[in-house]
T-cell receptor, first 115, second 112 residues
Framework: DAGITQSPRHKVTETGTPVTLRCHQT?????MYWYRQDPGHGLRLIHY???????DKGEVSDGYSVSRSKTEDFLLTLESATSSQTSVYFC??????????????FGPGTRLTVT | QQQVKQSPQSLIVQKGGISIINCAYE??????FPWYQQFPGKGPALLIA?????SEKKEGRFTISFNKSAKQFSLHIMDSQPGDSATYFC???????????FGAGTTVTVRA
């Protein structure tokens, strides 16, 4: 999985609790992304980062926030988890330069269940 | 609203047969079209990609066909093998914008 780890790999939490998912990369790639995967929807971009402390919203960002204080770590936070946020969350990375930023490499995923 | 529409949702093919997955888009600003393969419990992995300056790209048993005028592209898996059983996603990205828009996915089952 291209030097990408995600933690935790599985989590069950209750509605209304905060949750933070971590993505860690050892590739020193500039770009990092958070997606959620749901049946019938493919992968949908939540937030992305184009550098340390540089982040922006994706197509399904409501209810999520992110932070990137180091190149290697990208955190996704659900401020107050809801059942609609039950999903599988994937982190991805891509490097910069010569069109390589288009080639995204994915982590193993985190399965989150909100009860 | 999904910017890339993928079909079929699932397909079953016999070993040695050809699997064909189709994708269509509307946004003419898209200029990079990758395909990802995902096995159960794993993250998607980049399989093959094409840019609109070519009509076809082949890597081993996997071929992308691209029709710019119809705004469609497809993945052909030749001589399908049981190990090809997976979910396949098409995607698209605009020039200068590295974010990907994904199709809904196609689950391919290859029967031995």
């Amino acid at each position: 999985d291209a030097g990408i780890t995600q933690s935790p790999r599985h989590k069950v939490t209750e509605t209304g609790t905060p949750v933070t998912l971590r993505c860690h990369q050892t590739e020193n790639h500039r770009y990092m992304y958070w997606y959620r995967q749901d049946p019938g929807h493919g992968l949908r971009l939540i937030h992305y980062s184009y550098g340390v402390k540089d982040t922006d919203k994706g197509e399904v960002s409501d209810g999520y926030s992110v932070s990137r204080s180091k190149t290697e770590d990208f955190l996704l936070t659900l401020e107050s988890a809801t059942s609609s946020q039950t999903s599988v969350y994937f982190c991805a990375i891509s490097e910069s330069g010569s069109g390589r930023q288009y080639e995204q490499y994915f982590g193993p995923g985190t399965r989150l269940t909100v009860t | 609203q999904q910017q890339v529409k993928q079909s079929p949702q699932s397909l079953i093919v016999q070993k040695g047969g050809i699997s064909i997955i189709n994708c269509a888009y509307e946004n003419t600003a898209f200029d990079y079209f990758p395909w990802y393969q995902q096995f159960p419990g794993k993250g998607p992995a980049l399989l093959i990609a094409i840019r609109p300056d070519v009509s076809e790209k082949k890597e081993g048993r996997f071929t992308i066909s691209f029709n710019k005028s119809a705004k469609q592209f497809s993945l052909h898996i030749m001589d399908s093998q049981p190990g090809d059983s997976a979910t396949y996603f098409c995607a698209a990205s605009k020039r200068g914008d590295y974010k990907l828009s994904f199709g809904a996915g196609t689950t391919v089952t290859v029967r031995a």
